[in-house]
């Protein structure tokens, strides 16, 4: 399909996409939508011939990248019992963004403790409950 085609049928889905929910069909779909809704992103449509966002300008994500990330999840894989102070320390990046590489990719820290010791007549403490 050739290009103005591709871009008909974009600003036809789109203008379906506008309609009122309540209204009835009809051939002429112009009346339900402004020209102003649809008019840029068939502009951006004729642009670049594609309808999604420009990547955004900015600083470029260094401590949670992909290679970062891979490595942190690596580094915690060897040794889990490891700190996230430590491990931010020995990758050279901020304490958060560890646990930010960590929470993104479902690993959750935790320290196990014993909240309760167990003595020798607890049993018979839980007998005599009962």
Known sequence: ????????????????TCKAPDSEPDSTEDQ?????????GQNKFKRTGSVTDASRSGRPKTATDEGSSTQVLASMASSPTKGTRRLSAQMGISRSSGMHNLRTNKWHPYKLRMLQHLTEDDPERRNRVQ
Do not use: K, T
Not at 1 to 16: D, H
């Open 1 to 16: 399909m050739e290009f103005q085609g591709r871009c008909g049928l974009v600003v036809r889905s789109w203008l379906r």
């Open 32 to 40: 339900w939508c402004s020209q102003s809704v649809w008019r840029p």
